[in-house]
Structures are given as structure tokens and as C-alpha cells.
Nanobody, 124 residues
Framework: QVQLVESGGGLVQAGGSLRLSCAAS????????VGWFRQAPGKEREFVAA????????YYADSVKGRFTISRDNAKNTAYLQMNSLKPEDTAVYYC?????????????????WGQGTQVTVST
């Protein structure tokens, strides 16, 4: 079992930055890949980024590549999503997810552990 708690969301102007955190319970955090997803009102949940348990492998959605950076600190049982050059279309509830296998974070999201989400709002 892995419990995830997101934090760091808020209101920011376009062009600004935010850093989201995903704090995990348990002593096996390093064995789980972590992903970030987001869901805007009226839209389906979409993949944002993922990182392997060791942190050596990362994936990004094309829409955030070059602007967002996913990272993790296994000693702190925490993963991060640094979001720069934010745009109004980045407005959404952001969720972190965990899965032992990084490829399954996107392919079988029903098998992920999920956090409760944190709201990010980017104003014009």
C-alpha cells in the first residue's frame, strides 16, 4: 500500500512557476515509479510526466516538455513537479500516482495508487 498526498497547488499568473509535491507513505517508495496527471473541467484526465523509482528515467507529455520537470527525493519519500512558464491551459487538478512499473502508470492507470489532487489555476 502506498498513500500519496499532493501539495503546492495554487493561483499563479501566466508565465509564472509552481512546484508540486507528492509525499508518499511507506518504506518502499523507491520501488515505485511516480507519475503526474491532470484533469481540467470538462476534460478527461491526461498524463503529464513520470519518473522511475531510481529517478533515472523520465517521460513527459509533449504539451509540457521543456517547461515541466519531474524529480524525486527517495530519502524524503517525495516526488516533485516543477512547473515553469505556466499557461492558462495548464489550469487543472493535478494528481500524483504510483505504480511499481513506470510503463503501467500510463497504460493501466486503474492499477495506480492515487493522491487526492491539488488545484493549479493559471490566470491571464
Amino acid at each position: 500500500q502506498v498513500q500519496l498526498v499532493e501539495s503546492g497547488g495554487g493561483l499563479v499568473q501566466a508565465g509564472g512557476s509552481l512546484r508540486l509535491s507528492c509525499a508518499a507513505s511507506g518504506r518502499t517508495f523507491s520501488t515505485y515509479a511516480v507519475g503526474w496527471f491532470r484533469q481540467a473541467p470538462g476534460k478527461e484526465r491526461e498524463f503529464v510526466a513520470a519518473i522511475s523509482g531510481s529517478g533515472s528515467i523520465t517521460y513527459y507529455a509533449d504539451s509540457v516538455k521543456g517547461r515541466f520537470t519531474i524529480s524525486r527525493d527517495n530519502a524524503k519519500n517525495t516526488a516533485y513537479l516543477q512547473m515553469n512558464s505556466l499557461k492558462p491551459e495548464d489550469t487543472a487538478v493535478y494528481y500524483c500516482a504510483a505504480n511499481p512499473i513506470i510503463s503501467r502508470i500510463r497504460s493501466t492507470p486503474s492499477n495506480n495508487y492515487w493522491g487526492q489532487g491539488t488545484q493549479v489555476t493559471v490566470s491571464t
